[in-house]
């Protein structure tokens, strides 16, 4: 899924002609601890620190060192759960004016996995602002 967050991500910015410095936060779903890992190798590839900017669902939500959640957990309640229980409400504060967030998730199907086919990875951009 890191992989299809740096797509996306990189797409947008360079069709909204916009750089990461823009955003307070480039929120992913559920990469968890792994995934934000290879997420930010991936842009470091491209001389692009993301690291201060980055942040991911799943690792807000849960203690990775007490939970074990590595590879993340449930992105759609993760993403869910952090976008409206929290940076919502600090885009209404004005805390935060620039989001954009990044769900993802893997499309898993039953008769691929037993096929032994590759997990096919999907993330989709909001640009979510509060000016």
Known sequence: MAG??????????ANTKQSIHDFDMILTGDLGSVGSGLLIDLFKRDDID?????????????KNDKQDTHAGASGCGCSASVLCGLILGRITEGKLKNVLFV?????????????GESIPAVAH???ISGE
Do not use: E, F, R
């Open 50 to 62: 993301i690291a201060n900017v980055h942040a991911d669902c799943g690792m807000m939500l849960y």
């Open 125 to 127: 951009a909001v640009h």
């Open 4 to 13: 299809a967050a740096h797509k996306t991500i990189t797409t947008h910015l």
């Open 103 to 115: 769900a993802t998730g893997a499309l898993m199907s039953p008769t691929m996995i037993q096929q």
